[in-house]
């Protein structure tokens, strides 16, 4: 089949890319001039594991094209899929449509009678009905999007489950056809109306979002009741209904999804007069632990970080991924440099887009080099290869051996063994 995907950044490069493998002859559209010129060289504007060998394949081949020009997309098929941003509006929770509603615009003006307009970006509920109602020369759908950074193109070749959000047979046909070897391969499809395509996701994110917070708040009470929340969660992940997943207690979630989603989705509610105020709660707990590191590294640092030498180890949202969008790492980090502190950032990918954010921080092109003369440690993503770091060797590195870790993955025994002061949030010791 021919397809369009609209808005090609993280999520969209990869549903091009990925519609490319399944056999379909691929447009990719952009009104960002240098992101069109970067993918059709064959060249990822971010990182995504496997992506770039994708984009190469397809492109050399011919399946996979990419444009700036909304008429030759129009004129190019009839299936067309908007993965455009939906970040958060400025001074408010709820979400920015402005470039859902300009590409819709844009591919209604130049579809064919016979087009779908597939909509896979996140959005309030509510919006792909009105939008289906303003473009009535072509039918509108939903087919929210579940891909996690870091795993996109596996999570899009071989999803947990597909959603259809559909208002006739034809387009749940056309989406089957769409989809068919991942079908084939036994993927679970859920066709829904319009609202409930929009809420799946919505209400997924939430979940998610929730389950984190929930862990996180039960850290905070381990902090002052002396408990262990690894253990804890350890405890009741046994329970099947609880399960192990998303009960890691540690500095939160961030990033270009969760945080502006649960907004939008109480912003959304409020406006339709329901109230999920639980998710500003959950969204306040995540916000908490950022200031509990910020509170943490003072501590260390016998009470003011002014002048202190911290090394953050991490900045992309989580790893795997350069995106740095509502990153907790960096908040940290920003927010320790105000205080006084010199702080020296490193991160495997993510440098360049801190770089651009963060002109002020200080950049170390390994995690050797950012340790070295160090008052503080602070472990923020959850990058492996943070993991291999020996705490004897880095010892003889730092100023100061006193470490924080924000995700609650090092091996607390072996660095308190090699004379580190060791800090896991809603730990013992960690208050
Ligand atoms: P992004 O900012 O990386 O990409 C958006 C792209 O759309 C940009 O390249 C931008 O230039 C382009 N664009 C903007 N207006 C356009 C227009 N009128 N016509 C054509 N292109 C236009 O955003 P993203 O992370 O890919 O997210 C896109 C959507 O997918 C959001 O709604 C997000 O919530 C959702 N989503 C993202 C992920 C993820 O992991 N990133 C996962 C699931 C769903």
Known sequence: MRLTVIGTGYLGATHAACMAELGHEVLGVDVDPDKVAALRAGRVPFHEPGLPELIAQHTASGRLRFTGDYEEAGAFADVHFVCVGTPQLKGSEGAD????????????????PDALLVGKSTVPVGTAGRLADTHTGAEVAWNPEFLREGFAVEDTLRPDRLVFGVRSKRAETILRAVYAPVLAAGTPLVTA??????????????????????????????EVAGGDVGVLAEAIGHDDRIGRKFLRAGIGFGGGCL?????????????????????REVDAI????RDKVVELARELCGGSVLGARIAVLGAAFKPDSDDIRDSPALNVAAR???????????????MDNARKVFPLLGYALSAEEALQRADL???????????????????????????????????ADRWT???????????????
């Open 97 to 112: 449509l402005t470039y859902v509603d300009a590409a819709f615009a844009a591919i209604a003006e130049h579809a064919g």
């Open 193 to 222: 109306d319009l609202p409930t395509a929009e809420l799946v996701k919505t209400a997924a994110n939430a979940f998610l979002a929730t389950k984190i917070s929930f862990i996180n708040a039960m850290a905070e009470m381990c």
């Open 259 to 279: 945080p502006k989603d649960i907004r939008a989705f109480a912003h959304r509610a409020d406006e339709l007069g329901v109230s999920l105020a639980f998710l």
């Open 286 to 289: 995540n916000m908490r632990r």
């Open 336 to 350: 320790l440099r105000l205080d006084g502190a010199d702080v020296t950032v490193h991160d495997p990918e993510a």
């Open 377 to 411: 440690v602070l472990h923020l993503t959850e990058w492996p290869q943070y993991r291999e770091i020996d705490p004897v060797r880095a010892r003889s590195t730092v100023s100061r051996p006193r470490i924080v870790d924000g995700r609650g993955v090092l091996d």
């Open 417 to 431: 063994a090699a004379g580190w002061q060791f800090r896991a949030l809603g730990r013992p010791g960690s208050v």
